[in-house]
């Protein structure tokens, strides 16, 4: 099993930017790719940024997020994260993190065979 811990989570004005951290522990090595998703209250929860294993050499990001997050990971800290700025009010939410036991990125939930239990981000003036 895998465990995932999101944080960085927080209340930020319109424009801002914060950083979201998520932390493998357990099996790690089954951890391959992974992934962010949101979901608003009364949406259901949709993918937001993906990244492949090993290295991180792809990438990929929902339209709505392209050119403001970026994603990265730390395979020697077990630590993902997603780097979020210019911040709208539509991008509140809690945030997911997700590990796949795929090499390769992906925006399916179904892909993914663990997650963590979300952080929540609020953005408003």
């Known amino acids: 099993q895998v465990q995932l811990v999101e944080s960085g989570g927080g209340s930020v004005q319109p424009g801002g930017s914060l950083r979201l951290s998520c932390t493998a522990s357990g099996r790690t090595s089954s951890a391959n790719a992974m992934g962010w998703f949101r979901q608003a209250p009364g949406k259901e929860r949709e993918f937001v940024a993906t990244?492949?294993?090993?290295?991180?050499?792809?990438?990929n990001f929902a339209d709505s997020v392209k050119g403001r997050f970026t994603i990265s990971r730390d395979n020697s800290k077990n630590t993902l994260y997603l780097q979020m700025n210019s911040l709208k009010p539509e991008d509140a939410a809690a945030y997911y993190c997700a590990a796949s036991r795929l090499m390769t990125i992906s925006s399916r939930e179904s892909d993914y065979d663990y997650w963590g239990q979300g952080t929540q981000v609020t953005v408003s003036s």
């Open positions: 990244i492949s294993a090993p290295v991180g050499r792809n990438t």
